[in-house]
């Protein structure tokens, strides 16, 4: 029964991979086989070089790499598994055929691990290179896939568990607006004690140990056992909550009304309203009013407005906690991080923004309003909370690391600046990418569309990045900030320039934020053009 | 063939359906009315499975929905106002997937599939993607779906909106012709001249009460109405005609 629930994904994976062009089909088979074979092979070349000990040392410096993808990707898709669990459409198909619980519980459990697919992935190349490049019997590679098969399906019901049990738990009137906070919190507490796991692991003497048995087919046998054995007690386990948690979740989100506000802030609201009213046109305010109300009620929207300042400063307390120099120049780490996720998030909320219209775009365009101002407004509903949703974060964090106003500042300025950047690309792709003739929410979006969205975070990481160094450099040169990075800055040649003061380097940052702006204008008007024309294929 | 026993469902203060007794007999078409919000949907919903009764149960098929779910949704044909279909399966493709999930073969699903397509004028869409559907043709798409298992209750929420005249006439033949081979019915409708015409008897519900209920003369005599009283008159007497008055005198004051 799982396998006829799941298969239309896969006639439609075979109808898209039949109809997309040879070219594109091609692209993709070159990309997977560069990711798995080429970092496979460039896996075994190492490991093949190395002594037993040497393998061991490499692994304790890939372990906790893993760790942090595989607590980052499980954390970030804690939105992805609520929706999975309750608010998927498809939901009411499964309950309404006589299709059992467990069978939904299993469909699902089985969605919920595809945000660990990747990381998972790393970790299976890895492990097949390494029994490839230290000769390990043929048995050893059975086993390795079924050990990073079980521990993937070991972490998915942990987080699939923790998400049914605060739907349980939280009344459901307030689940839509608790349960990002609690996640948020939970996933706080998770990233902390990830990295007390991480620094342990890194000085772990034990990895020789683990190395050799993992090699050793008997106990790697063993282990894999044991790992199997964790995996289906965890999914029992999650089986059982999802048994008393389901209904009670699905029918919560599905139908509690909006809590009626108390008289005292019905009032404020329409204070707020009418000071609103008196500065933006009506159109404007019912625009910004309706995103507003849209992103505030998704509750798997606003998990990941909460989820990625509260992760990242989570991640960095501890890089922030050294004093002197290295404290200093973390500072640099904490904020080339903080603009990566931050823009990466805001973007896809734009995207998101857009996309989710679906058939609702003949409304839009039935409106006596111009599209840009429809793509504007969804602009400032995701930066705009996007960025508060630092603020508070960063306050916290500040006192938890004791960073100087002047960092505190300079990251709350680069946040803004990035955000802006990158989430004014979001509705503008969204627009361009958006296919309106589907309704259901979960839209995938096309491949380039996820490669700009890792690859304008980073555009924006190297102008903000170089926009606060300037700042740094030429309003405060005689902050403790700028002296240890300026000599910092002084062991790498290529970038010591940044230090040096003139107009040139201003000069190319203006033409940089320039640029991208350019090409975020002409991306706006095509994205406006493509929903005041767009008809259904 | 359906019978809900002090059926009730609470949305935090809100009653959405109050102790419901209702029975529905074997091969009956069955049409529940109802203001908007007055319940109808909560009601299917509860029947089918999709909604947990805050208190008393219901007996479809013979079975109760909390204690036997599984044999209840075997029994049940479910179509919703807006039904769920997966845009970017094709026709033939869903209805598959949904004969899979009844345990249906794919030959067997395949062979249900082209007769019911036929029957509504689908079978040249069949190899269509869902998406590309006009609301008409998802309704019939969804109401192929919920005849493919040949259920013995169907439970429809307003099946015919967005038919043509012309799908919408083969429907309610479709319909008349389930129940006189035993299919039971409960049909939500807000199309009073298709309940009135085809249905055995009329359920009516407001505010979450069953106000009334029974064959079009029953009815009549329940809402003190002449012998030739139409539904409309009836459900508007029953569900207080005195806001459409005071709708037409604020219209009258608009203008």
Request: glycine letters at 8%; proline letters at 5%.
């Amino acid at each position: 029964m799982v396998g006829k629930i799941l298969r239309p994904r896969l006639w439609v994976l075979r109808r898209w991979v039949r109809e997309s062009s040879p070219a594109v089909r091609a692209g993709m088979l070159v990309l997977l086989a560069a990711l798995v074979a080429g970092g496979g092979w460039l896996y075994s070349k190492v490991v093949s070089a190395l002594a037993i000990d040497q393998v061991a040392a490499v692994a304790a410096g890939m372990v906790p790499i893993w760790l942090f993808f595989l607590v980052i990707a499980a954390l970030l898709g804690i939105g992805d598994i609520l929706q999975r669990l309750f608010l998927s459409s498809d939901l009411e198909l499964l309950m309404t055929a006589p299709v059992p619980l467990r069978t939904i519980y299993l469909v699902k459990l089985f969605e919920c691990t595809r945000v660990l697919w990747l990381p998972a992935s790393l970790v299976l190349v890895f492990l097949i290179a390494l029994g490839h490049g230290q000769r390990a019997p043929a048995a050893f590679f059975p086993l390795a896939v079924l050990l990073v098969l079980a521990s993937t399906l070991s972490v998915a019901s942990v987080m699939a568990a923790l998400v049914m049990l605060l739907v349980r738990i939280i009344p459901p009137q307030r689940l839509r607006v608790w349960i990002p906070a609690a996640l948020g919190v939970v996933s706080v507490a998770l990233a902390l004690g990830q990295q007390s796991l991480l620094q342990q692991s890194v000085v772990w003497e034990n990895w020789a140990v683990i190395a050799q048995a993992v090699l050793d087919t008997g106990r790697l046998a063993v282990a894999t056992v044991v790992s199997c054995a964790a995996a289906l007690v965890l999914a029992l386990g999650g089986y059982l909550i999802f048994r008393r948690a389901f209904y009670y979740g699905w029918s919560s989100f599905a139908q509690a009304a909006v809590p009626r506000p108390s008289a005292a802030t019905r009032r404020r609201k329409g204070a707020v309203r009418a000071g609103v009213g008196q500065v933006l046109s009506p159109q404007w305010r019912s625009l910004l009013l309706k995103e507003w109300h849209s992103l505030r009620r998704d509750p798997r929207q606003l998990i990941n407005l909460v989820i990625t300042p509260l992760i990242v400063i989570g991640f960095s307390v501890t890089m922030l906690k050294p004093e002197g120099p290295l404290g200093i120049l973390m500072f640099w780490n904490v904020l080339f991080f903080a603009v990566l996720m931050g823009s990466s998030a805001v973007f896809h909320l734009g995207v998101a923004a857009t996309v989710g219209e679906g058939r609702n775009v003949d409304l839009l365009r039935r409106l006596p309003v111009r599209m840009r101002t429809i793509l504007a407004a969804k602009f400032w509903v995701s930066w705009m909370p996007a960025w508060l949703a630092w603020l508070p974060v960063l306050a916290v964090a500040s006192l938890l690391t004791e960073l100087t106003v002047l960092q505190v500042s300079i990251l709350a300025g680069a946040l803004a600046l990035a955000l802006a950047e990158v989430g004014s690309v979001g509705p503008a792709i969204g627009a361009l990418a958006g296919d309106f003739a589907v309704e259901e929410e979960t839209r995938r979006m096309p491949i380039p569309i996820q490669l700009l969205g890792i690859l304008l975070p980073g555009v924006s990481v190297l102008l903000t990045g170089l926009s606060c160094a300037l700042v740094v450099f030429t309003f405060f040169p005689s902050s403790e900030l700028a002296a240890t990075t300026e000599q910092a800055l002084d062991v790498l040649p290529p970038v010591a320039w940044v230090a040096g003061g003139g107009v040139l380097p201003w000069l190319g940052l203006i033409l940089g934020h320039a640029i991208f702006l350019l090409i975020v204008a002409r991306l706006w008007n095509a994205g406006a053009l493509r929903m005041e024309r767009w008809e259904p294929a | 063939m359906i019978q809900t026993i002090g059926l009730t469902k609470r949305f935090g203060s809100l009653v959405a359906v109050g102790d419901l007794n209702l029975t529905v007999g074997s091969g009956e078409l069955f049409g529940f009315l109802g203001p908007n919000g007055a319940g109808k949907t909560t009601t299917v919903r509860m029947l089918v499975g999709l909604l947990q009764p805050t208190a008393g149960t219901a007996i479809v098929a013979g079975h109760d929905v909390l204690q036997e779910p599984l044999e209840v949704k075997r029994a049940v044909g479910y179509l919703a106002e807006v039904p769920y279909l997966y845009e970017k399966l094709t026709g033939s493709e869903f209805l598959r997937f949904v004969g899979g999930l009844y345990g249906l073969t794919d030959a067997e699903s395949d062979e249900r599939a082209e007769r019911l397509l036929g029957l509504f004028d689908l079978e040249e869409k069949k190899d269509q993607l869902v998406q590309g559907y006009s609301r008409g043709m998802r309704q019939k798409l969804g109401l192929s779906a919920a005849l493919l298992h040949e259920p013995q209750v169907l439970l429809l929420d307003e099946p015919l909106a967005g038919f043509d005249p012309r799908s919408a006439a083969r429907a309610k033949e479709v319909l008349r012709e389930l129940c006189s081979r035993g299919v039971t019915i409960m049909m939500c409708t807000h199309v009073l001249e298709i309940a009135e015409r085809v249905c055995d008897r009329i359920g009516i519900l407001d505010q979450g009460r069953l106000i009334a209920v029974g064959s079009m003369d029953e009815l009549r005599q329940q809402a003190h109405s002449a012998a030739g009283a139409t539904l409309e008159e009836m459900f508007l007497r029953l569900t207080g005609d005195g806001e459409t008055a005071e709708a037409a005198a604020m219209l009258g004051r608009a203008d």
